[in-house]
DNA sequence: ATGAAAGCGCTAACAC
DNA sequence: GTGTTAGCGCTTTCAT
């Protein structure tokens, strides 16, 4: 395999010429640079990985840690892989997988080998071991997921916040004004998760502004969970006329479970749910729901631990607007 | 960050030997290996791996190939791209992800920068473009799934010749004489793809072994496919008790597409399906089927290429025996 | 606008 | 059983 000395030679160069026409650091006359680039060309030359990482401390890859066990959201998990994938390459960057089980030793593993440039952790929880030694590494890392406390690091995550107002606002304005709420399981909201409680907040602060009535439910993943919760709804708020569900994983019982109480979806009950796109319409009837970006966070994610390579930006956090997608659940009363 | 030489001097003994206790290349007395290992471990140490990859031309890193945008069998590719992070890690490497778009380019690429020390490819067509790309590079290759021509190249995939006999073969024990098979959509048996011929070969020898006749559709992914299937397979047998479906993503629907028909599923008509376990069990009913086992795939594709690193082993293929779990579409009625 | 030369941190042949 | 030394192929000062 030829290497950048052959490259030099062939175009009558030194070989640090070569390193800087392709590194574009120092100006090169045309000619110079087509020669290079001619020999480049004929001899197939590609910089050898290890050399480059070795004289200038950087490797190009990123690190991606990745929840690959979650039976729970496999495709947006996958949907947000390939965005990374595919963002880094446009960065000229590559990917290594990590995964979740290699915790904290994987995470010092690979920076202090000096593996990757920077890392991307998927899955975060409010309370994350692998926080603190994230801010010990001096690779720049961000999150998907906002912790409890960011401090110091990056993080990107859905405006979950924002996808609660956002949801009573859609309902509110469609006229409902009992709105029921069924959330993730209880534990959920007992090890204090941020997103749910985010979500919480935003639904109470716009029900308030609408003159809402909501309640709130947490819901087991199970027919038995729903049914519970639903039953808890209706004992609160017996005239509630639509739902937000956030347990997405309800949702193909959910129809089932309303009629057993003689409602109808949407007619008697409208539905708004939060969950990824490809969830929204595979049950039968489309879910009106505030996806999960995970393209866009995947994107994001990127961008800006890339701009933190110098380490000259600092960290930030990065809430994405949610977007709300009106389908079958949600229809219009008044349009009738 | 310490580098050998601070170990080396720490420990009292020349880099080299700091090198060889961490290799195990040479034998090395207890007392200076403890010395060593100490020193290690105080300053947390970890080889720079642009450093060793320049000297030793190891990166120990495998490339792995992956289907991303897949709309399809989402889950089973994660759980093979678990499996291959999983076995790599037990064999101290690493798995950087490189996406289909990539194509040929992507395997040169990562190949001649000596980014990877081996490939592993999903989702290979029968007459794949990577392949003579793949031949021509030194860099190890495994495929998954079996192409036309594997000449020089490894691969792995499930014996689907035996899977077609082993389906027809259950069947047959359960005294079913007449059976249909759902294939693939026509596109997939028009491009000649490997694994969806070999499945047709094992049915169509086991169904002459066991007496069995055997009528075969190919089958569109929606509804109106599978209707026009089925009807197909209804004419030429009127009379046939047993199904076995390729085309896992008309199971959903093809317990009431039997029931226009005024068959019941699976009194009327027992099924076979080839597919994913947790597609099996995710429709109402838990179909028997063969699986599609991602996770010894994946095991088997880096155990292999790592066989192969040091180039000594030659190419091989290897076909992984079809499992049947019996669920409850086929029914013994002899017990009833 | 270009070259020469000094590393980057490690491995492995060579020496004893 | 251990040390010495010569690279691995590139980037990046320093020089001109």
New binding site residues.
């Given amino acids: 395999?030829a290497?950048?000395?052959d490259v030099a030679k062939a175009a009558?160069?030194?070989?640090?010429?070569v390193?800087?026409v392709?590194?574009g650091?120092?100006?090169?006359?045309k000619?110079?640079?087509d020669r290079v680039h001619r020999a480049i060309r004929e001899m197939d030359?590609?910089?050898?990985a290890g050399?480059?990482a070795?004289?200038?401390a950087r490797t190009n890859i990123i690190g991606l840690v990745v929840p690959l066990r979650a039976g729970q959201n496999v495709p947006v998990v996958m949907e947000f892989v390939a965005a990374v994938v595919t963002r880094a390459r446009s960065h000229d960057h590559d990917v290594l997988l990590l995964t979740q089980d290699e915790g904290v030793d994987g995470l010092r593993r690979v920076a202090a080998s000096a593996l990757v440039d920077a890392l991307i952790v998927m899955d975060v929880q409010a309370k994350d071991p692998r926080l603190t030694a994230l801010r010990s590494l001096d690779t720049p890392a961000v999150l998907i997921g906002v912790p409890e406390r960011s401090t110091g690091l990056s993080a990107v995550d859905l405006d979950f916040a924002a996808a609660g107002s956002r949801a009573i606002e859609h309902l509110a304005e469609l006229g409902h004004r009992r709105i029921g709420f069924i959330g993730q399981p209880p534990k959920v909201y007992e090890r204090g998760t941020g997103y749910a409680e985010r979500l919480l907040t935003g639904l109470h602060t716009a029900a308030a502004e609408h003159d809402v009535t909501l309640s709130v439910a947490p819901c087991e993943s199970s027919m038995a969970g729903l049914r519970a919760s639903v039953t808890q709804l209706l004992d609160e708020q017996p005239g509630l006329t639509a739902l937000i569900v956030h347990n997405e994983s309800v949702l193909p019982a959910l129809r089932e479970v309303l009629l057993e109480r003689e409602r109808r979806l949407p007619d008697d009950v409208a539905v708004v749910a939060i969950c990824p796109d490809d969830m929204a319409s595979s049950h039968g009837i489309d879910y009106t729901n505030i996806a999960i970006p995970a393209d866009e966070l995947g994107t994001a994610a990127v961008d800006m631990v890339m701009s933190r390579l110098p380490g000259k930006n600092s960290a930030e956090t990065r809430l994405l607007a949610p977007d709300l997608t009106v389908r079958d659940t949600t229809p219009d009363l008044k349009a009738r």
Avoid: W
């Fill in positions: 395999m290497n950048i000395a009558g160069v030194s070989a640090s010429t390193s800087y392709l590194s650091k120092r100006t090169i006359s000619e110079t640079a030359y590609r910089p050898n050399a480059r070795l004289a200038s």
